[in-house]
């Protein structure tokens, strides 16, 4: 079906009805009840699950198929924005213009870096994303283009944004002063009510989402495509390749330029449920978050860095808010003593410090899951194979993992 | 003539910086073959051993002063430090002053021991693995290390003054025949810099001039051939690890009075400090050193008036763009060797 066979297209079909029904699955919980906090289903943050699921798909078919890893990344995003938010200013909220601009925009500096970058491989390919990645940041961050040319570029720590006075030249009076999709406000949502739940579709979210679809399905095309093939192939040997008589740069550009386009498509989506944007977002912190999103989940698998972009987004945005008091909470049947030790012993990993957490989480991965969340899951699944197998002769099953 | 001189001074101290977490990582990837993001932390925790050694000597308790009274007419309670009252009062105030070097002692088996355990008990396991790998779990690390010491420091920085011995500045230029002001260049980035070069001078002595030495050079040279000798050549790639730490952990304990740490420093440090070994060639020791001190001047230099209302930022970038040159004319770096990690 559309081109994927029978394993792809469940998957794939898995990953629409999922973000589809998100905003009820992400909130299992009464909006009343103690875990409330643990409900991921508010616009906010399945915006940020889709849109960094668009970036780590792409940057996964850059790291996950030809084994460049770029740390660098971030960049794209940032230029991405940045795109978006000029296009806000310049010519009006509506949001077409100012995705499509940030991918073009994204897709020209990918073609620069990456022409330069893929000169080198292993760590000094890493290294010269780094250092591209790091310039980037320090021009946006002190807003040298805006020095140089007069007037401001990027605003440096500031931020950019939309004021009143900019242009807007196809702003009509009855426009939404929000970002829209010709007049669909994207920040405007739909709440129902049922029993405790109260669940929230909004429009961004869904524009992000269907977005998303499409970038995962050209992903799994190309993952599938003869052209993927070539790219798995620069990742296993190189050398034999070029003993064939094939280079491999045009390729391996081609996926830069590819997962830079992907990047700034989340980019400029980032920009367009909120319309403003800083020089913060290129850091090579940022850059590191997506390495770490797409190790977590399993690099190289269709499905796997979308995981992880999620389960990052859901820590960072869940545990930490979670404070002393409501471990208290948990532990509140435990004797006084013991709950103090508990909560003492907690206290490390949660709140500010979440990020502890998540060092700790990616080091596990890397060094007892390579292939990530996926592969874990896979070696569950294979247990629990093992058990049936002795229980019973072995049925076909429908194992979504890549 | 004396803004040229100026601006060579200016970038002493961070050259040497440089230089010195270069130095480690250079050493760590010569012996080991890992590439070590975790080195920033490295020296982000020497520095942090400073504010350390500053506040055990700062640790003090309260006694009521008969002799003199507060405003209200009670007896005044004052903060005696503990050392005060051991050594007496002066001994004291100096042990106090002087807590940043006296921090190199407590680093050094620190940092040693440190780097032992990270060796042992992690890098061990990824020699056989591929670069990539390595990158991740040394960042995975660096990260860690990170934050740990933010939920023991705070995020803040923490000013950590040098001896009020060193707290004046040197008139450079009166010696070399300029008028009077025209260089100045503070006591604490000079002993800086001499600290930093008799560090670089003992690292090389050491692996020149003592039979250790000699293995370990050996034993970057061809791995295999000195195990087949009969060396236990893995334990002293494992002590060389723990000098590469020891070197980053005072390198950063040196480095407190001129920027007052915070747990974010060693990523800072260490961006460029990969950029300074990938100009100065892979493996190579004093190419290293030179790229170091190259770096730290050349910024220097971009950070001037008068470049900089020609060229605005260009002293936040050009680091950067002398590596994509490096990189892209002469991949090996400045002093590489041809075959070490070209590709």
Known sequence: ?402 | MDDIILQILNGLDKGSAYALIALGLTLIFGTLGVVNFAHGALFMVGAFCAVTVQRLLGLSHTIIDESQKDFLGNPLKIEVPYVEGWFGPEMGQALISWSVPLAILFAIPVMIILGFVMERGLIKHFYKRPHADQILVTFGLAIVIGEIIKANFGANPIPTPAPAAFSGSLDFGVWLGFAENAIIYPYWRLVYFLFSMVIIAGVFAFLQFTTFGMVVRAGMADRETVGLLGIDIDKRFTLMFGLAAAVAGVAGVMYTPILSPNYNMGMDFLVLSFVVVVVGGMGSLPGAVLAGFLLGILQSFASMNEVKSLLPGIDQIIIYLVAIFILLTRPRGLMGRKGVMEE
């Open chain 1, 1 to 402: 079906m559309l081109g994927l066979n029978s394993k792809d297209f469940t998957l794939f079909l898995v990953v629409v009805v999922l973000v589809i029904a998100a905003p009820i699955l992400l909130n299992p919980f009464p909006s009343d009840s103690a875990f409330a906090q643990f409900n991921a289903g508010y616009p906010a943050l399945m915006q940020r699950f889709v849109i960094f699921g668009i970036l780590v798909i792409g940057f996964n078919i850059l790291f996950g198929l030809t084994g460049y890893l770029s740390f660098g990344h971030a960049a794209f995003l940032g230029v991405g924005s940045f795109a978006a938010v000029w296009m806000f200013k310049l010519l009006s909220y509506n949001i077409v213009p100012a995705v499509l601009l940030s991918v073009i925009v994204a897709g020209l500096f990918s073609v620069v870096i990456g022409y330069v970058s893929l000169r080198r491989s292993g760590i000094y390919f890493s290294i010269l994303t780094l250092a591209f990645a790091q310039m980037m940041y320090a021009i946006a961050y002190s807003d040298l283009l805006g020095k140089f040319f007069g007037g401001i570029v990027t605003n440096g720590e500031t931020g950019l944004q939309v004021y009143n006075d900019d242009p807007q030249i196809l702003m009509s009076p009855g426009d939404p002063t929000v970002p829209h999709l010709f007049g669909w406000e994207m920040n405007s949502s739909f709440t129902w009510d049922v029993g405790g739940w109260s669940f929230v579709f909004q429009n961004g979210y869904y524009l992000s989402g269907i977005l998303m679809l499409a970038s995962f399905y050209l992903a799994i095309r190309i993952f599938r495509s003869p052209f993927g093939l070539m790219l798995r192939a620069i990742k296993s040997n190189q050398n034999r390749l070029a003993y064939t008589g094939v280079s491999s740069r045009p390729y391996a550009l081609a996926a830069f330029v590819i997962s830079g386009m992907y990047a700034g498509l989340a980019g400029g989506l980032l920009a367009a449920m909120d319309p403003l944007t800083g020089a913060e977002r290129m850091f090579w912190t940022a850059s590191g978050e997506i390495v770490i999103m797409s190790i977590l989940g399993g690099v190289g698998t269709l499905i796997g860095p979308i995981l992880g972009a999620g389960v990052i987004k859901y820590m960072e945005n869940i545990v930490s808010t979670i404070n002393d008091n409501v471990v208290h909470g948990w532990f509140a049947f435990m004797p006084d003593g013991i709950e103090n030790i508990l909560v003492t012993v907690i206290h490390p990993f949660i709140g500010k410090g979440w990020h502890l957490t998540l060092g700790l989480v990616f080091m596990a991965v890397v060094i007892f899951l390579p292939g990530g969340l996926v592969e874990g899951g896979q070696r569950l699944g294979r247990l629990f194979e093992r058990r049936k197998v002795e229980e019973k002769p072995p049925t076909a099953t429908t194992e979504p993992a890549e």
